[in-house]
Nanobody
Framework: QVQLVESGGGLVQAGDSLRLSCAAS????????VGWFRQAPGKEREFVAR????????NYADSVKGRFTISRQNAQNTVYLQMNSLKPEDTAVYYC???????????????WGQGTQVTVSS
């Protein structure tokens, strides 16, 4: 059983940067793929980025490609999401999730954090 805790969200202006962190405990972290997802009010949860077990593979949604970077430090049981050039449409609750397979479908992930709010003002 893996427990995940996100942090680093906040209120920023368009063009600013934020770094989200996802701290894991209770399991062998390197055995899990980690994904970041987000959900805006009234919208379905959507894929943002994912990273493989060792960190050698990453994948991004088209909407964030070139602006967001996912990385992981298995020794610290932590995954990061560096978000640059933020836009108002990035406003959402951001969740990290852990799963056994390298999927972008949120329904394939087994463990979820509580989420952290990111609000980008124009």
């Amino acid at each position: 059983q893996v427990q995940l805790v996100e942090s680093g969200g906040g209120l920023v202006q368009a063009g600013d940067s934020l770094r989200l962190s996802c701290a894991a405990s209770g399991g062998t972290f390197r055995n899990y793929v980690v994904g970041w997802f987000r959900q805006a009010p009234g919208k379905e949860r959507e894929f943002v980025a994912r990273i493989s077990w060792s960190g050698d593979m990453t994948n991004y949604a088209d909407s964030v490609k070139g602006r967001f970077t996912i990385s992981r430090q298995n020794a610290q049981n932590t995954v990061y999401l560096q978000m640059n050039s933020l836009k108002p449409e990035d406003t959402a609750v951001y969740y990290c999730a852990a799963g056994s397979n390298y999927y972008s479908d949120y329904r394939q992930y087994d463990y979820w954090g509580q989420g952290t709010q990111v609000t980008v003002s124009s």
